[in-house]
């Protein structure tokens, strides 16, 4: 009953404020919306049958075009990864010819495409500083919801938890994948919250996303979580910014964590984690290092299909690609379980350069807008954009072991690095022009 009132309240209250006050409450929304799943979930039968996200994406789009303030004031072209980032979606329309799983290929892309407005509507209504607070905020608490379903559900005789997932993350790995990189914020906020009852709330939130991740136990948020908070713990220690206590702080927090660490990791996790170590590949048995065979399996299958192959290609040629001799489990149709090869196989090499590029697009504006921040001497807003730098390279790190090429939480990313350029550069710039 907790879960269908705090569905419904926050679906009907978002709305109406959305309605009276502002469509940026439609993206928050939208964004409690994806890990709330309302449709998949075990209490889906005490809420009506409907399509939640579609209804908040309509009313976005609707308010945000009545709203002419908002369609004038953020340029989405003058975003240079948003110039990738259409660019990238453009090559896998291109690719529809070749595709050898058109239908799956054809919706894969329309929801590609749908991705891409939303994004768009998303970055207009995002006009200022609190606003892009908010919908960090949303995507601690949306990470929190599902670090608290999976202390509901509890893992199951394989040691992982399952059935927590969203749409598009329905898998162990993805559901950990989506929530990884909220991490990050939850230690930025605490450190930057003045309110005591702030703090608490994103202990409690960071609290319940690390239980989550561990209870789900996927190696690759593991290491995206270690990369993105080592990045935002030394990127805060040897800051030339002063900030007070800032070291002490630092050692404080890593000798909390590492204590709050101790108590609630497992055996189970602890066994999971030493399996990183293992860099042969098991003819025998699949294990994390016969990912290695699916990698090269791509580069094999795209000296064939240089152009790619669409949605899902890669799975459906891996029988005629991975070794006979290699155990892949129940059957050799297997993802490639890696963003960049993903890519690779679907979109060929032309799809791959716009994909880095819009990778490496997104990271160099985020660099400038550090840049331009230190020169400022904002140290809340250096801070906030270190942090989604480094929920950015946490999550990139993941996706070299996931698929995730197409997932709302890199476009949400991306989205965020894009809103901060445009908040702390390019408007700040037009302002003193």
């Keep these: 009953m907790l879960n269908v009132l705090l569905f419904i309240g926050i679906y009907f209250f978002g709305i109406v404020r959305g309605v009276f006050s502002h ?30 996200s579609f209804i908040i994406v309509v009313l976005l789009i609707f308010f945000t075009l009545l709203n002419k303030n908002l369609l004038s004031k953020n340029k989405f072209f003058a975003i240079p990864p948003f110039k990738w980032m259409v660019l990238f979606i453009l090559c896998y329309v291109a690719v529809t010819p070749l595709a050898v799983l058109d239908i799956l290929h054809n919706q894969a892309t329309i929801d590609f495409i749908k991705l891409g407005i939303i994004t768009y509507f998303i970055f207009k209504c995002c006009d200022s500083y609190k606003k892009l607070d908010w919908m960090l905020y949303s995507y601690i608490a949306g990470s929190s919801y ?39 914020f939850c230690l930025y906020y605490f450190w930057f919250t003045k309110n005591k009852l702030g703090k608490l709330c994103f202990v409690i939130a960071g609290g319940l996303i690390t239980n989550g ?28 910014i002063n900030l007070r206590f800032k070291r002490t702080s630092v050692i404080f927090i890593i000798l909390m964590g590492l204590l709050a660490l101790s108590i609630i990791v497992d055996k189970t996790t602890i066994q999971r984690i030493q399996t990183m170590q293992n860099y042969e590949v098991n003819e025998g048995a ?7 065979v699916f990698w090269k399996a791509a580069i094999d299958l795209s000296k064939d299909y240089p152009l790619g192959t669409g949605y899902k290609g890669f799975e459906y040629f891996a029988p005629f690609y991975i070794p006979e ?3 892949t489990g129940k059957s050799k149709n297997r993802a490639v379980h890696s963003t960049w090869f993903e890519v690779l196989s679907e979109v060929g090499y032309p799809g791959l350069i716009v994909f880095l590029l819009l990778i490496f697009s997104s990271i160099n504006h985020l660099r400038k807008t550090i840049i331009t921040l230190k020169g400022r001497g904002d140290i809340k807003g250096y801070f906030k954009v270190i942090a989604i730098r480094s929920s950015f390279i946490g999550f990139l790190v993941l996706m070299t072991f996931l698929n995730r090429a197409r997932s709302e939480v890199l476009y949400w990313l991306i989205l965020f690095s894009g809103i901060a350029y445009n908040l702390f550069v390019v408007q700040k710039a037009t302002k003193n022009d």
């Design 23 to 52: 469509p940026i409450y439609f993206v928050i929304v939208y964004q409690l919306v994806y890990f709330f799943n309302p449709n998949m979930r075990w209490w889906s039968a005490s809420v009506p049958n409907l399509p939640y």
């Design 146 to 184: 599902i670090g608290f379903q999976a202390m509901q559900v509890g893992r199951n005789a394989m040691g992982r938890v399952e059935g927590i997932g969203m749409v598009d993350s329905p898998d162990s790995n993805g559901t950990a994948a989506a929530i990884a990189s909220s991490l990050v």
């Design 213 to 240: 991740l561990i209870l789900i136990n996927s190696r690759g948020a593991f290491l995206a979580v270690f990369v993105s908070i080592t990045l935002f713990l030394f990127s805060v220690y040897f800051s030339k």
């Design 286 to 292: 699949e294990s994390g290092a016969t990912r290695t």
């Design 325 to 327: 001799n290699i155990h």
